[in-house]
């Protein structure tokens, strides 16, 4: 069964702290995505990545970055968390071709305090 | 900058009944992604829709899109409970794949 594995589902951190979400596919997927998912706003494309050492800022960047070393492996890092990073957070893969259209991780919801 | 919209954003719907929700696009685009969340669950896919006129069907949901008129539709037939969720439709920009998503249609359906 393909999957895309967010490392933790409930996270709590308090404001100022440095946050790392990690996401990992076992799909061989060229590119991964980061959303954060708020009630009322949807989902806001914060970065994705397109390939190994490759990142593409998405609609909302701002206090966040990424990392990938790794084809399976997308992390997102919070430098310094802020109560209004408060969300959920999605991560997702898809082939170059997207014709499958993208697999999500279950999300990780973090709470900063 | 290109925009998804859906309408409605909440229905409430009893068993039975037929329904329809909207997804209109700013942009052209020849590529639609429709996905179901369950309360406090990820998205799953629903379907991939590839060119104009293109139209899939999955037991009581039928999707279908017209890239002339930046419309897709999701047909729901004779609802049901197990259809209760929230439903986003996405829309391909072209770069590295990336989806803009709409603001998501909360279903309730009604015994």
């Known amino acids: ?113 | 900058e290109l925009k998804v919209e859906q309408n409605p954003l909440f229905l409430s719907m009893q068993e039975g009944k037929n329904y329809t929700i909207y997804c209109n696009y700013s942009t052209t685009s020849d590529r639609l992604y429709w996905y179901r969340q369950d309360p406090g669950k990820s998205l799953e896919s629903l379907f991939v829709l590839l060119s104009n006129g293109a139209v899939k069907q999955e037991g009581r949901l039928m999707a279908s899109l017209d890239t002339k008129a930046r419309l897709s539709t999701l047909h729901i037939t004779a609802a049901v409970h197990d259809l209760s969720a929230t439903y986003f439709c996405a829309v391909n920009t072209g770069t590295a794949s990336k989806l803009t998503f709409g603001t998501g249609t909360r279903l309730q359906v009604t015994l």
């Open chain 1, 1 to 113: 069964d393909v999957k895309v594995t967010q490392s933790s589902r409930y996270l709590v951190k308090r404001t100022g702290e440095k946050v790392f979400l990690e996401c990992v596919q076992d799909m061989d997927h060229e590119n991964m995505f980061w959303y954060r998912q708020d009630p009322g706003l949807g989902l806001r494309l914060i970065y994705f990545s397109y390939d190994v050492k490759m990142k593409e800022k998405g609609d909302i960047p701002e206090g966040y970055s990424v990392s990938r070393e790794k084809k399976e492996r997308f992390s997102l890092i919070l430098e310094s968390a802020s109560t209004n990073q408060t969300s959920m957070y999605l991560c997702a893969s898809s082939a170059v071709s997207n014709d499958y259209g993208y697999t999500f991780g279950s999300g990780t919801r973090l709470t900063v305090v």
